[in-house]
């Protein structure tokens, strides 16, 4: 069983830049997968950036070059730096933790209970 629990949301203005924070409980947090995603009203969740336990990275298309994903797994957490914000980028975001490293929201099994993200234009 794992806890997520994610943090650094709020408001920025459109250029800005926001960290947002995921701290997994649990001793086995290096075996897992881990995500980020994003929802914003009336849209499907959507994949942002993925961390294996193994080291590799994937990120949307959305997000290449402006989103960083990093892992600690000496402190169980995982980060999202975004850079260069959009107000599309505005929606509720989660962090999440599976077995597969995969761009799939339905292959991760435990979530955060997400953090809002807003940017003004």
């Known amino acids: 069983q794992v806890t997520l629990v994610e943090s650094g949301g709020g408001s920025v203005q459109a250029g800005g830049s926001l960290t947002l924070s995921c701290t997994a409980s649990?001793?086995?947090?290096?075996?897992?997968?881990m995500g980020w995603f994003r929802q914003a009203p009336g849209k499907e969740r959507e994949f942002v950036a993925a961390?294996?336990?193994?080291?590799?990275?994937l990120d949307a298309n959305s997000v290449k070059g402006r989103f960083t994903i990093s892992r600690d797994n000496a402190k169980n957490t995982v980060d999202l730096r975004m850079n260069s914000l959009k107000p599309e980028d505005t929606a509720v975001y989660y962090c999440?933790?599976?077995?597969?490293?995969?761009?799939?929201?339905?292959?991760?099994?435990?979530w955060g209970q997400g953090t809002q993200v807003t940017v003004s234009s």
């Open positions: 649990g001793p086995t947090f290096s075996t897992y997968s």
């Open positions: 961390s294996s336990w193994s080291g590799g990275f």
């Open positions: 999440a933790a599976g077995s597969r490293f995969t761009t799939s929201h339905r292959m991760y099994d435990y």
